[in-house]
């Protein structure tokens, strides 16, 4: 019923930046909460960031505040995540997420109904 479609993701170097962008199609909120979570290989998908799209409050994860900023269009149903000062650590595969209207919990990936594909990121010299 909602399609996520990520874009923006790409090799980049240490230092470097760059930008995601999730279009949001069919069935939506205006007040849902939508975000970001990321999944290196081996590892567990964990949160990245997160702002409710009726207010505009806005989650980091401690690991990426300050470097990443995140951002909604609500009349085009998008989010993006600028992302400066890209650590190697950084690298992993980004998904956007539109949680479940109840939630508050924006850190745990059990509170999301829907997720993108995926788009790669890669930090590397």
């Known amino acids: 019923q909602v399609q996520l479609v990520e874009s923006g993701g790409g090799l980049v170097q240490p230092g470097g930046s760059l930008r995601l962008s999730c279009a949001a199609s069919?069935?939506?909120?205006?007040?849902?909460?939508m975000g970001w979570f990321r999944q290196a290989p081996g590892k567990e998908r964990e949160f990245v960031a997160a702002?409710?799209?009726?207010?505009?409050?806005?989650y980091y994860a401690d690991s990426v505040r300050g470097r990443f900023t995140i951002s909604r269009d609500n009349a085009k149903n998008t989010v993006s995540l600028q992302m400066n000062n890209l650590k190697p650590e950084d690298t992993a595969v980004y998904y956007c997420?539109?949680?479940?209207?109840?939630?508050?919990?924006?850190?745990?990936?059990?509170?999301?109904?829907?997720w993108g594909q995926g788009t790669q990121v890669t930090v590397s010299s």
């Open positions: 997420a539109q949680y479940s209207l109840s939630t508050t919990i924006v850190v745990s990936t059990t509170t999301v109904d829907y």
């Open positions: 702002i409710r799209m009726n207010g505009g409050s806005i």
């Open positions: 069919g069935r939506t909120f205006s007040t849902v909460i």
